[in-house]
C-alpha cells in the first residue's frame, strides 16, 4: 500500500512538471508578445492581473488545505448538491492546493515577473536617462514585493474564510462536474 503510495506520488510530480512546463511557456510567450505591444500603463494593468490571478489562486490553495470537511459532510447528509463537490475536492485537498498555490501561484509569478522585465526594457528605452538596471529593479523589486504582501493578506483570509471559499469554488466546480448517480 505504501509502495503505491509513493508511485502514485512520483507520477503526481511528474505531471505536474510536465503541466507546469507547457503552461508556463505558453502563458509566459502570450503575456510577453502581449505586453510588448502595449503601452507601460496598460502593461502593468496586465501585470497586475496576473498577479492578482495567483494571489486568488494561492487563496484558494490555502483554504482547501486548512478547511474541515466536517461541515460539507453534515450538509451531505441534507443532500445539499454543493456538499458533494465540497467533498469531493476537499478529499483531495492536497492536489486542489498543490495545483492552485504552486502550479497556478507559481506560473503568475514567474509570468509576471517575465512581464515586468520587457515592461522594465521598454521603459528604459523611452527613458533614456534611467539606466535599464535601474528600470529592472524597480519593476522587479514592486512585483515581487506587491505579489508577496498579496500573499501573506491572502493566506490569513484564506484561513479564516477557508469553509466560504471551498463553498464558493465548490459552487463553481459544481456547475461543470457531471452527477455520478
Not at 512538471?17 to 502570450?30: C, D, E, K, P, Q
Not at 466536517?70 to 476537499?90: D, G, H, W
Request: charge should be positive; include cysteine; proline fraction near 1%.
Amino acid at each position: 500500500m505504501k509502495k503505491k503510495k509513493n508511485r502514485a506520488a512520483r507520477f503526481w510530480a511528474l505531471k505536474v512538471f510536465i503541466i507546469t512546463l507547457i503552461l508556463t511557456a505558453g502563458i509566459s510567450v502570450a503575456a510577453e508578445a502581449l505586453v510588448e505591444d502595449m503601452s507601460a500603463l496598460a502593461a502593468a494593468f496586465v501585470i497586475l492581473l496576473i498577479m492578482l490571478l495567483g494571489i486568488v489562486a494561492d487563496i484558494v490553495g490555502i483554504a482547501f488545505a486548512t478547511c474541515d470537511t466536517a461541515p460539507f459532510v453534515s450538509m451531505a447528509a441534507k443532500k445539499i448538491r454543493l456538499a458533494k463537490s465540497a467533498i469531493r475536492m476537499l478529499q483531495n485537498a492536497d492536489i486542489v492546493s498543490n495545483i492552485c498555490g504552486d502550479v497556478i501561484g507559481d506560473i503568475c509569478g514567474s509570468v509576471s515577473g517575465a512581464a515586468g522585465a520587457a515592461v522594465a526594457v521598454k521603459l528604459a528605452l523611452t527613458a533614456t536617462s534611467t539606466p535599464e538596471l535601474v528600470w529592472t529593479l524597480v519593476v522587479s523589486s514592486l512585483i515581487a514585493a506587491l505579489t508577496v504582501a498579496g500573499k501573506a493578506l491572502g493566506k490569513t483570509f484564506a484561513i479564516r474564510n477557508n469553509k466560504q471559499i471551498v463553498s464558493a469554488v465548490s459552487y463553481v466546480a459544481m456547475l461543470f462536474m457531471r452527477d455520478k448517480k
